[in-house]
């Protein structure tokens, strides 16, 4: 279970946060990190994220055994191409990416040999809040953790990635790449597309800044994860763009639903003839809002 020398790559809030659980933990004997930014490195070093800041990528993942990948999805194709001939051979490499099929296409393309010890791993644990500072030991504590092994991923990488997030307390289950990224287009991508959309919708009506100083906490709750940062979601939505794409029709067919019932009472309330035709679709519009309501009622937050 312990890490003699974990190389971090990227020293933002994921990356971050698996460093500082490993040491809440005592799991992690040295820690390297390596981020883009000198600025970053020296923050992650004075928080005592990182015990060693490097100014390369192969400098963090020489001689490491474990290596966790903590960076934008658009990153992973040139970060795996760099570090490969680097790695040990019995290096554990992880990414945090919140989509899998283009991480694992990238590391077929990249890895060679080192392949077999690549366990793609997705944490279900953030924060709308971004860098290091953010970072915070307890954040995966009690979280999901998704794995998405390939079929040349080792028994042994696979089994020691499973026990090590196990140990900082995350909820460990696995998956194939596809599944993984069909779910989570459903439960997490499409909801961040729809929170970004009606902020925009919302901000450039004329009246939109007035209307959002008398927001309540219906906006609050709803609109939180709009706050999130564009360049990783960004990526996260152009590389799983066609399960995106299939969870917006979804939307947009029970969306019209609503359209069609609300169209039908508008014009029962400026046609007085109309008026007993809206009955009907009052009656479909509660019964669509109690189903969404019943299947929200039931669902437990983990």
């Not at 070093?45 to 020489?62: F, Q, W």
């Not at 992973?76 to 989509?99: I, K, Q």
């Not at 994860?225 to 564009?230: G, H, L, M, Q, V």
């Given at each position: 279970m312990m890490v003699e020398r974990l190389g971090l790559i990227g020293c933002g809030l994921m990356g971050g946060s698996f460093a500082l659980a490993l040491k809440q933990a005592g799991l992690v004997r040295h820690v390297v990190g390596f981020s883009p930014r000198e600025s970053t490195r020296a923050k992650?070093?004075?928080?005592?994220?990182?015990?060693?800041?490097?100014?390369?990528?192969?400098?963090?993942?020489?001689?490491a055994d474990v290596v966790l990948l903590a960076v934008p999805v658009a990153a992973?194709?040139?970060?795996?191409?760099?570090?490969?001939?680097?790695?040990?051979?019995?290096?554990?490499?992880?990414?945090?990416?919140?989509?899998k099929g283009d991480v694992v296409q990238a590391a077929q393309r990249h890895l060679g040999d080192k392949l077999p010890c690549f366990v793609p791993a997705h944490p279900?644990?953030?924060?709308?809040?971004?860098?290091?500072?953010?970072?915070?030991?307890?954040?995966?504590?009690?979280?999901p953790l998704i794995l998405t092994p390939i079929a040349e991923t080792d028994a042994t990488p696979l089994a020691r990635a499973h026990h090590l997030w196990?140990?900082?307390?995350?909820?460990?289950?696995?998956?194939?790449?596809?599944a993984h990224d069909a779910t989570f287009a459903a439960v997490s991508h499409l909801p961040h597309l729809l929170a970004f959309a009606f902020i925009q919708g919302l901000s450039e009506q004329p009246q939109g800044a007035e209307f959002m100083s008398l927001a309540g906490p219906g906006f609050r709750d709803f609109s939180r994860?709009?706050?999130?940062?564009?360049a990783v979601w960004r990526d996260i939505f152009s590389a799983n763009?066609?399960?995106?794409?299939?969870?917006?029709?979804?939307?947009?067919?029970?969306?019209?639903?609503?359209?069609?019932?609300?169209?039908?009472?508008?014009?029962?309330?400026?046609?007085?003839?109309?008026?007993?035709?809206?009955?009907?679709?009052?009656?479909?519009?509660?019964?669509?809002i109690a189903q969404a309501s019943a299947v929200r009622a039931k669902w437990k937050a983990h």
């Open positions: 992650a070093l004075a928080l005592g994220v990182i015990d060693e800041a490097v100014g390369s990528l192969h400098e963090a993942v020489r001689d992973t194709a040139s970060s795996l191409r760099e570090m490969a001939p680097f790695l040990r051979v019995d290096t554990l490499l992880m990414d945090v990416g919140s989509t279900i644990a953030g924060s709308e809040r971004a860098g290091v500072e953010a970072a915070y030991a307890d954040l995966y504590r009690g979280q196990q140990a900082l307390g995350c909820q460990v289950s696995r998956m194939s790449p596809e994860i709009a706050a999130s940062d564009p763009a066609s399960e995106l794409l299939v969870q917006l029709s979804h939307f947009r067919h029970a969306l019209t639903s609503f359209e069609t019932q609300l169209q039908a009472i508008a014009q029962g309330q400026t046609d007085q003839n109309l008026t007993q035709n809206s009955a009907p679709h009052l009656a479909m519009l509660e019964q669509q």
